[in-house]
């Protein structure tokens, strides 16, 4: 596992990057964990609230696929007040067949005397490019993030330049605006918005391998 500073190394060199955000967009939703394509990519309106770009449509919305008409929403949006792009999933109730897992990652950095752990939970990890599974003491404190909830990047175009921040987005259904978290080194890493969460560590890393950047 990568380090802390490590995890805000990456996160502070995301900031900047020069991204392809249709491809990133594309390679996103080959994951599959949202159903429909169009939900990879909301639209951030009165920060910290977004909406999937088929709710911008108040009535008689379009079947969305990632066609020009698509692209040229987000663009605009870019241009706005950014987007969020979904990249990764994290589910402690999800189970997977050990054949699709890519990696089984095992806590080993308890503060707790070994005596003091009993309970072990393990969080599947999703992202386009693989499956991990990532197994740690409850007792520990550490949280992951719930099934309505999934991980990626608020982007934002201004002035030739894009800028780009790791965030948790809430997708429960319930909502008609979704809300963004950004990761934040200034909490703890018992904290669920952490950069240095040792569960959002494993998943920046996957995170990254997801963004496509242009040539």
Known sequence: MISDKE???????????DID??????????????????????????IPYTLPIDRLFEENPPKLKFDNFYFDIVSKALDDEGIYISLAYCNSEMRV?????????????????????????QHVLVTADSIKVFKIYM???????????????????????????????????????LKVFPLSADYPKEHEFSLINPINKVLIEMMR?????KD
């Open 97 to 121: 067949s050990p054949d699709s897992v890519d990696e089984v990652i095992e806590y080993d950095d308890y503060e707790l005397p070994e005596d003091d752990l009993f309970y072990e939970e």
């Open 21 to 46: 955000v249709k491809k990133t967009i594309e390679k996103a939703a080959t994951a599959g964990y949202l159903g429909e394509e169009h939900f990879y990519c909301s639209v951030i309106q009165n």
């Open 209 to 213: 391998d997801v963004i496509v950047l």
């Open 139 to 177: 007792e520990e404190g550490i949280p992951g993030h719930k099934p309505t909830d999934d991980l990626g990047l608020i982007v934002k175009y201004d002035k030739g330049q894009y800028y780009s921040y790791f965030a948790v987005r809430s997708t429960d259904l319930c909502m008609s605006s």
């Open 7 to 17: 995890a805000i190394e990456i996160a502070r060199n995301i900031e900047k990057i």
